[in-house]
Every structure is written in C-alpha cells, then in structure tokens.
C-alpha cells in the first residue's frame, strides 16, 4: 500500500513537503509518480521519479517550485513543494510503477498501485 502524509492548509508563498510510504507491494518499484486532482478536474500529473533517482519529470506549471526525491532505504518518495500557489489547491495522490515500468509517467494508466491521497489547500 501507499500511504501519503504532509499535506495541510498553507498561505500562498509558503511550503510543504509531502511523503508517501510504500509497503508490501508484489513486485519491485520502477519509478513514483506525484498526481494531483482538484474539485471538478480531472487527475493531473505533477512529477514522477525513478527509484534510483537518476531521472525526474515535472509538469510545467511546478518546475522550479517542486522536487521530488526518494529513498529507497525507507521506500519514501517526498515531494517538495515551494512558493505555493492558489491553483496549487487539490488532493495529492502518488502512486507506483512496478518492473517493468514505463516511460510515459503523465499517464496515470501507467501506475500499478496508488495511494489514497492527502489534501493541500493554499489561500491566497
């Protein structure tokens, strides 16, 4: 399972950073995904990683702002998150890509187990 944790009520400008513990999955983690979804939108990508962390991707309205990292020691994946914005606003969701994996990690159709999410909400 996925367990995220972090997320919480921030001004605009301010920070958090979200982890998401992952246990007893079948299979070994390729790469975690960060997704988002805000009331009455659909699911969006925000960033994905592979488990040795040699490749990152972020979407464009969060590079420069948000990072992830990982530790496999831990099975933690963070993320993140600087200077917040209002559209910032949503629940976060991360989820696994199992070996294989894949590269098209903005499709949430690639992900094998996901979490149940953590609500950030930043006022302006």
């Known amino acids: 399972q996925l367990v995220e944790s972090g997320g919480g009520l921030v001004q605009a400008g301010g920070s958090l950073r979200l982890s998401c513990a992952a246990s007893?999955?079948?299979?070994?983690?390729?790469?975690m995904g960060w997704f988002r979804q805000a009331p009455g939108k659909e699911r969006e990508f925000v960033a994905w990683?592979?488990?040795?962390?040699?490749?990152?991707a972020y979407r464009d309205s969060v590079r420069g702002r948000f990072t992830i990292s990982a530790d496999i020691a831990t099975n933690t994946v963070y993320l993140r998150m600087n200077v917040l914005k209002p559209e910032d606003t949503a629940v976060y969701l991360c989820?696994?890509?199992?070996?294989?994996?894949?590269?098209?990690?903005?499709?949430?159709?690639?992900?094998?187990?996901w979490g149940q999410g953590t609500q950030v909400t930043v006022s302006s």
């Open positions: 007893g999955l079948t299979g070994n983690i390729y790469a």
């Open positions: 989820a696994a890509d199992i070996y294989p994996g894949g590269d098209n990690w903005y499709s949430d159709g690639l992900y094998d187990y």
């Open positions: 990683i592979t488990w040795g962390g040699d490749r990152t």
